[in-house]
């Protein structure tokens, strides 16, 4: 049995973890046995409206009185009890802070080897050592190597793996094809926790002020480098969004210039994006702003050097003053609207 740790926003599950599902059944299908989910606090049992259509069968809904914020320590040692009862071949992840910080915990709970931002496993056979392709250094360098334990500890790298129904093409454990079997079976599971589990926790959320479609869920991100010369001219940008119902965002130089906030940063330090398409203007391609927009489906370079390294990389590029092709680009998407 696979057991995935899933995220989740008052019991809608994220978009990450479902990823995480994707990767998931895929070793259910090498190892045997079914897809059984972890869901932690009062919400936990929502979540398995949405999760038998991706292949899920049973839901873990931890729960205790004080699950009212985040405590690492205590998710973690509640993921290590859970573990001693279902004794699982793997327990699977999503590639976030949190998803890392509660499979480390785990792991040092329980003396388990953990990999971090997985993104293929070749052989995941019960029973034996896996061999596992991971992203390192950002996605710079992809890493082969080997895990073995009766319980190996996994998280799937962010956007590496398609969010997809169980149903669409998905293989049972038994060979057979995976259907919507309706909602999830929610188990509740009460972990033995004590106050030194809730020294580290949450002590409360600040929303961001930033409006519009956020950065990380926008389907469309235009991103503004050094060559946007200052703040004033982010302004062709994000009409540019606006048009295209999406999100502006910046490199780091950008944001070292002060023309942006952090909060617009893309890359390694930054946030990770998947649009469907990033339209990079200004923009070089340092391997730390490509980071984190691998995960674009597409990208459009507009720049004025055809032999920066962003040109290289996107699939689609424009040579020319980013001040002269954004405004015609928003006039022609004016008129065909």
């Known amino acids: 049995m696979i057991l995935a740790f899933v995220e989740h926003e008052h019991g809608t599950p994220a978009e990450t973890s479902l990823e995480a599902l994707t990767f998931a059944r895929r070793l259910a299908d090498d190892a045997g046995g079914p897809v059984e989910a972890v869901a932690v606090g009062d919400e936990a049992g929502a979540v398995a409206d949405a999760l038998g259509e991706y292949g899920v069968e049973t839901v873990h809904a931890v729960t205790h009185e004080r699950f009212d914020a985040y405590a690492p320590e205590a998710w973690g040692a509640s993921a290590a009890q859970l573990v001693d009862d279902l004794a699982p071949a793997a327990v699977v992840a999503p590639g976030t802070d949190r998803g890392h910080e509660v499979c480390a915990h785990l792991g040092a709970k329980r003396d388990l080897p953990m990999a971090a931002n997985c993104i293929a496993v070749e052989s995941a056979a019960a029973g034996e050592a896996w061999e596992l392709t991971r992203n390192r250094w950002g996605g710079s360098l992809r890493e082969h190597t080997r895990i073995d334990a009766e319980t190996k500890l996994l998280t799937a790298a962010e956007h590496e793996f ?7 093409g998905g293989a049972a454990a038994d060979g ?9 079976t929610v188990v509740d599971f009460a972990p033995d926790l004590g106050d030194d589990h809730f020294r580290v926790r949450v ?11 956020p950065l990380g869920e926008a389907r469309v991100v235009v991103g503004g480098g050094r060559g946007v010369g ?3 001219n982010y302004d062709q940008l994000e009409e540019l ?30 946030a990770k ?6 339209i990079a203007c ?14 674009a489906e597409a990208i459009l370079a507009i720049n004025t050097d055809p032999e920066a390294a962003i040109m290289q990389k996107g699939d689609y590029a424009v040579v020319g003053d980013l001040h002269e092709v954004v405004p015609a680009l928003n006039d022609a998407i004016r008129d065909a609207q």
Request: glycine share 20%.
């Open 230 to 232: 200052g703040p004033e």
């Open 273 to 278: 994006i998947s649009p469907d398409i990033y």
């Open 162 to 168: 398609p969010v997809e129904p169980a149903g669409d």
């Open 282 to 295: 200004g923009i070089s391609g340092a391997v730390q702003h490509m980071v984190g927009c691998k995960g």
């Open 241 to 270: 969004a606006d048009l295209l119902g999406g999100a502006v965002g910046a490199s780091r130089a950008a944001v070292n210039e002060g023309w942006r906030p952090h909060d617009d940063q893309i890359g390694l330090t930054g």
């Open 203 to 213: 002590d409360r959320v600040e929303e961001s002020d930033v409006e519009g479609v």
């Open 176 to 184: 057979g094809t995976v259907v919507d079997g309706g909602a999830a």
